[in-house]
């Protein structure tokens, strides 16, 4: 399982940026998909999930900011950020739920002036 997360960089407070993660030895369309982060000193947490039927769920800290989507034709995963804080500040991970020990490199995102 190989799991590529791309698209973090460093942007202003209120701006966007957009994630992707490709998956590789999975059948992704059975699979949920998960964005995870890490920041400093901090607990991995989850960010937000899609089954793969659609079905979505986000933490508080992120609603109405982010959106998770999937192409599974592509087998990609993406969090299109808006709003960014700079508490928003982490490494992004993708994370596949029936692979809970497969982690990718991850993506930095950093918000700030």
């Known amino acids: 399982v190989q799991l590529q997360a791309s698209g973090g960089g460093l942007v202003q407070p209120g701006g966007s940026l957009r994630l992707s993660c490709e998956a590789f030895?999975?059948?992704?369309?059975?699979?949920?998909m998960e964005w995870y982060r890490q920041a400093p000193g901090k607990q991995r947490e989850l960010v937000a999930r899609?089954?793969?039927?659609?079905?979505?769920n986000y933490a508080d800290s992120v609603k109405g900011r982010f959106t998770i989507s999937r192409d599974n034709a592509a087998n990609t995963v993406y969090l299109q950020m808006d709003s960014l804080k700079p508490e928003d500040t982490a490494v992004y991970y993708c994370?596949?739920?029936?692979?809970?020990?497969?982690w990718g490199q991850g993506t930095q995102v950093t918000v700030s002036s």
């Open positions: 994370h596949a739920l029936a692979y809970p020990l497969n």
């Open positions: 030895g999975i059948v992704f369309v059975l699979n949920a």
């Open positions: 899609i089954t793969g039927r659609g079905r979505i």
